[in-house]
């Protein structure tokens, strides 16, 4: 979200002040939205890959045994991107605050605006040789 400063004027100093502080707290809880999303999918993945010893193809084999419905991505308003890396490894992403599908690369540096060559936001589960795969975070 961004606020036109032009027409923050007509509306005095209080909410020009006020309405960027809310931006960055709205964008701090779509952030965590998002995070905890992918955290509650990787776990209805991991539910299925305990059952079924072999990861998900796609999302939609989680519904409706492992999840109500498929994971939404609060970035964009769709399912998260989910790719299935081997049968021991998957990753699962946001397309983050540009709203475009990056393959998976992160940027960097996160930026204000959406000019960030990249900025998906990643977790990969893999590559383990026994149990459950070791949780990675990046």
């Known amino acids: 979200i961004t ?8 509306y005095g100093l209080f909410a020009a002040l006020l309405l960027p502080a809310l931006e ?11 995070k905890l999303e992918l955290a509650k999918a990787s776990i209805d993945i991991e539910r299925y890959f305990l059952k079924n010893k072999v990861y998900p193809e796609n999302l939609d084999a989680l519904v ?37 599908d ?8 996160h930026r204000k605006d959406d000019t960030a060559p990249t900025d998906d936001f990643l977790w990969v589960i893999g590559d383990a040789t026994k149990g459950i795969p070791p949780y990675t975070i990046q």
Do not use: C, H
């Open 102 to 109: 990056d393959d998976g690369k992160q940027a960097k540096k």
């Open 64 to 100: 409706p045994d492992y999840s109500d419905t498929i994971p939404l991505d609060p970035m964009s308003g769709i399912s998260f991107t989910y790719k299935q890396l081997s049968k021991d490894s998957f990753e699962i992403y946001s397309v983050g605050w540009n709203g475009r």
């Open 24 to 34: 960055k707290a709205l964008n701090k809880a779509i952030l965590q939205q998002a």
């Open 3 to 10: 606020w036109d400063d032009a027409n923050l004027r007509q």
